[in-house]
Nanobody, 130 residues
Framework: QVQLFESGGGSVQAGGSLRLSCVVSGDINSGACMAWFRQAPGKEREGVAT??????????WYPSSVEGRATISQDAAKNTLYLQINNLKPEDTAMYYC?????????????????????WGQGTQVTVSS
């Protein structure tokens, strides 16, 4: 059974940086869409970064709210997905989740519907103070 475990959240001041990690226990097929979502209290879960990779290419997607500040990456040897966010803002405060759409592809990575993702971690809290 494949599981996702996030870590790296915390409390930071505005302008700071965090790197979130998601360890994948088990194998996820090539061509899956890997993603980071976040959910603030009273708001819908939103995608903040996605990655599609197969043996020939790697693509990433970011919404305008984090583009230029966030970077999704992976270390295949460590089976770990990362999310680096720089210049953090108070509006970045949320629970951050790692997710995988094993039957997804690049379309899933750009439509970023939470319902399309079948694997989720437990979340890691990010709090940004002004």
């Amino acid at each position: 059974q494949v599981q996702l475990f996030e870590s790296g959240g915390g409390s930071v001041q505005a302008g700071g940086s965090l790197r979130l990690s998601c360890v994948v226990s088990g194998d996820i097929n090539s061509g899956a869409c890997m993603a980071w979502f976040r959910q603030a209290p009273g708001k819908e879960r939103e995608g903040v970064a996605t990655m599609y990779a197969n043996k020939d290419l790697r693509r990433t997607w970011y919404p305008s709210s984090v583009e230029g500040r966030a970077t999704i990456s992976q270390d295949a040897a460590k089976n770990t997905l990362y999310l680096q966010i720089n210049n953090l803002k108070p509006e970045d405060t949320a629970m951050y989740y790692c997710a995988a759409a094993r039957r997804g592809g690049w379309d899933t990575c750009t439509s970023v519907r939470a319902a399309d993702f079948d694997l989720w971690g437990q979340g890691t809290q990010v709090t940004v103070s002004s």
